[in-house]
């Protein structure tokens, strides 16, 4: 150990940096990087409506028990109590980001159908979603609106 310290004070430094260095190269990189979509990206899916599941493709997949589909309400717990599709999930736009909730909304197994009343909240979740870089997940044209006017009180044709 006194020999180390015998060294010149440049042979010492040099020796420090190469230890600092080796430790250095050691650390692994950091492979996490934020996914994040070009604005063009983002237009480019919601232009096309790629997003979008039309209620009468729904109303067609819970006819048929379809174990593929998962249904996310983002409305308020409150919202949610007094309506909602039936085996929905509530998970509130502003828990979105929230942990607890990565599983069902980051995941390929199941195809999430976003909605709310309209279809703003569940595009703005939808889109925080894709910037994340979650995939599987859609929005309910029209929201629980909608539904109700086209699924739950459907118009009668015209007798032409």
Known sequence: ?????????????????????????????????????????????????????????LADWLINKDPSIQLIDVRSPEEYEKFSLGNAINIPLSDILSDEWVNYLDQDIKMNILYSNGSTKSHEAWMILRQLGYENNYVLQGGLNYWVETILNPEAPKST
């Not at 180390?4 to 004070?9: D, R, T």
């Not at 604005?39 to 009468?56: C, K, R, T, W």
């Open 1 to 57: 150990m006194k020999e180390i310290f015998n060294l010149k004070p440049r042979v010492l430094l040099s020796f420090i940096i190469i230890l600092f260095g080796l430790s250095v190269a050691m650390i692994p990189e950091n492979t996490t990087q934020q996914y994040k979509l070009t604005a063009n990206e983002m237009l480019e899916e919601v232009q096309y409506g790629s997003e979008l599941i039309h209620p009468d493709e």
